[in-house]
């Protein structure tokens, strides 16, 4: 890999990114979205969601810290289990 890279090879300019593509990829399922919801999220082009995840385009920052502030709740506060046979209570 080259100096300056970020971890998978992801850099701007060779400095590292706020956030990598497979990092991006990690926070999108920990949060438990679609490329294609993000993008409706965001409301911007699901082309540029996915090339974030394919690291041709850098996440933008804010899009960075947004998300990996969500994936660290989503991994604190996991979804609950809950028994499929009926429980009226």
Not at 1 to 25: C, D, L, V, Y
Request: charge should be positive; include cysteine; charged fraction near 25%.
């Amino acid at each position: 890999m080259p100096q300056g890279a970020a971890k998978h090879g992801t850099t701007n300019g060779g400095k590292p990114h706020t956030m990598n593509n497979h990092e991006f990829i990690d926070c999108l399922t920990d949060i438990g979205w679609t490329m294609r919801g993000l993008a409706t999220r965001l409301e911007v082009e699901e082309t540029n969601v996915r090339r974030w995840a394919s690291g041709r385009l850098p996440v933008p920052k804010a899009v960075a810290t947004w998300m990996k502030a969500l994936a660290r709740e989503h991994r604190r506060y996991p979804a609950p289990r809950i028994s499929t046979r009926f429980n009226p209570a």
